[in-house]
C-alpha cells in the first residue's frame, strides 16, 4: 500500500548537508497499523511528510496506491492527497471555524453539496462521540476532543490511509489511550491503513501490528512488534522496550537481594506464551526444590503473554540442578551472577 524503495532526503546545502533520511526502505500492507518509533530527530516527520509529498525526496521512490508519489502532475498529486488523511501532534485545527466548521472544511474544498455534508459532518461527529461539540470553537475543547476533531476531519472523505504525526504526544496517559482506542476503531471500522511515527514505545505497544526504529535518518530494525518486544536486536530498541516494560531491577536491589540470597538466582524468560502454565511449581515439586519469586513482569502483547520472573531456587544442590536442567529444556533462564544493566 505504501512502499518506500531507498529514499533519501536531504536538507540544507551540500557543505551542510543534513541527512534527515537516508537510504529507507519499507513495506507498509493494506489494513496494516504500522508504526515507526525514533528518538527526537531521527527523521520520522520527513519520512511521514514524504508519503504525501509535503516533502520531496532527494532520491528514491515511494509508491502509494501503485502510483509513483514523486511522479503525479498536481491534479493527480491533489486526488492522491483526499486518499490520504493526516493528524497532528499539535492538532492545526481552524481556531476561527467551529468543529463542524473544521470538520465539513475539506468536505467544501471537494466541492460537495450543502446536504451531503451535513449528512457527512453528522455521522463523522458521531464516531467520534462529540455530537455536542459541533458549534463549539477549538479553543474550548480538550486536547482530546481536539484530537478527535483532527481525526473526524481527516477522515472526512473516505481515505484509505491515515498519517499520524506524534498524534498522542501532547496529551496525558488516558486520554492518550482514548485516541489509541479510536485509532484502532479507524483502522477496523474503515478499514484504513494507518501509518504512525511516535517516540513513545507505549503507542506502538497498545496499537501497532509492526514497527520500524529509527536512527539517524535510517531504519536500524523492523518487524512484527511481538518479534520486536521478544528479541530486540539493537541498543536503541532495547532501550525503547525497556521504557514500557520496566523489567530491570535497579542496582540496589540486586544488591540487597544478593545480600540475602539462600538460593540459587535466575532471570526466567517467557517468549512464547508459555507464561500462564504452572511450569514452576508443578517442575519443582517434583524434585523437592523450593522456589521464590523476587520479581515478576509478564506482559500481555497481542493477545500472547511474554516477560521475565527473577526467581530463587532453594532445595539440595543436585536436585536444584535437575529443575533448571528441566526447565531449560522450556523457557530460557539466565543465572543471575552479576548485575545486568
Ligand atoms: N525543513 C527542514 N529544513 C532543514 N532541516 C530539517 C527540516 N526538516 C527537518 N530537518 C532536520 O532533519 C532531521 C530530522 O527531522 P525530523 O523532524 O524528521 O525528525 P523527527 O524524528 O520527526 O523528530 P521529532 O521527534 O523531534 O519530531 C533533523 O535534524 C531536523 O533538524
Ligand atoms: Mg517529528
Known sequence: MITFEQVSKSFGTKENEIKAVQDVSLEINKGEIFGVIGFSGAGKSTLLRLVNLLEQPTSGKIIVNDQQVNQLSQKELRKLRSRIGMIFQSFNLFSSRTVYGNIAYPLKLAGWTKNKIDERVKELLRFVALEDKADKYPENLSGGQKQRVGIARALATSPDILICDEATSALDPETTDEILSLLRRVNKEYSITIMLITHEMHVIKSICNRVAVMENGKVIEEGQVFDLFTKPQKKTTKNFIRSVLNDQLSYHLYEKLKKEQRGRMFRIIFKEGVSNEPILSRTCKR??????????????????????????????????QRVIEELAEIVELKEMIEYES
Do not use: A, H, P, T
Open 287 to 320: 524434585y523437592e526444590v523450593d522456589f521464590n519469586i523476587i520479581y515478576g513482569n509478564i506482559n500481555e502483547l497481542q493477545e500472547r503473554l511474554f516477560g521475565s520472573l527473577i526467581v530463587e531456587f532453594i532445595g539440595e544442590e543436585k536436585e536444584v
